[in-house]
T-cell receptor
């Protein structure tokens, strides 16, 4: 069975701080995908990134970076120099083949000015 | 850009009413999904569909049904709404078997907040 754990329920930071959101997954599949979504207060989940299990290269997109480590089954998300607009709930998810995705319970990030 | 549109953002219904939540996607996606989101419980899959007139139960199908008569439209039906169905409902879609490049990246609508009184 697949499982995604986001141990941090809520994180509060002050603007310009760096923050890392943790994600640990469990799967028996050798090929799988990992995702991060952002849900701002408006409600829509916005797709941020997808990684394949055979590609462990870290990825950077502006202030966002993702660290994928198969050895620890983790796919952590770091926001550098956080901004108030980063305040949202962030979901990590995992899927295999064309099965449905398994989501973590989300981490609420609050960035205060 | 992928666009998933949910017909109603906010609804208030009475216990026992039949409720329809409509969702349309404009990307010719094979797969469509209905999730429910509750505080502390995250996203839970209610039903999904891999093709027209095809449906599969998700993790919490009890009290719900779905309809997919056209590829772009996926409806969630609450036959007799109850107060424990007060929640946020999210529709989503994704490519199916045809597109191996995107795999199963899911794109979501804005959500529908349903209150049952």
């Amino acid at each position: 069975a697949q499982k995604v754990t986001q141990a941090q329920t809520e994180i509060s930071v002050v603007e310009k701080e760096d923050v890392t959101l943790d994600c640990v997954y469990e799967t028996r599949d050798t090929t799988y995908y990992l995702f991060w979504y952002k849900q701002p207060p408006s409600g829509e989940l916005v797709f941020l990134i997808r990684r394949n299990s055979f590609d462990e290269q870290n990825e950077i997109s502006g202030r966002y970076s993702w660290n994928f480590q198969k050895s620890t089954s983790s796919f952590n998300f770091t926001i550098t120099a956080s901004q108030v607009v980063d305040s949202a709930v962030y979901f990590c998810a995992q899927g295999s083949g064309y099965s449905t995705l398994t989501f973590g319970k989300g981490t609420m990030l609050l960035v205060s000015p | 850009d992928v666009k998933v549109t949910q017909s109603s953002r906010y609804l208030v219904k009475r216990t026992g009413e039949k409720v329809f939540l409509e969702c349309v996607q404009d990307m010719d996606h094979e797969n469509m999904f209905w999730y429910r989101q509750d505080p502390g419980l995250g996203l839970r899959l209610i039903y999904f569909s891999y093709d027209v007139k095809m449906k599969e139960k998700g993790d919490i199908p009890e009290g719900y049904s779905v309809s997919r008569e056209k590829k772009e439209r996926f409806s969630l039906i609450l036959e007799s709404a109850s107060t424990n169905q007060t929640s946020m409902y999210l529709c989503a879609s994704s490519w199916g078997y045809r597109d191996t490049a995107s795999g199963n990246t899911i794109y979501f609508g804005e959500g529908s907040w349903l209150t049952v009184v």
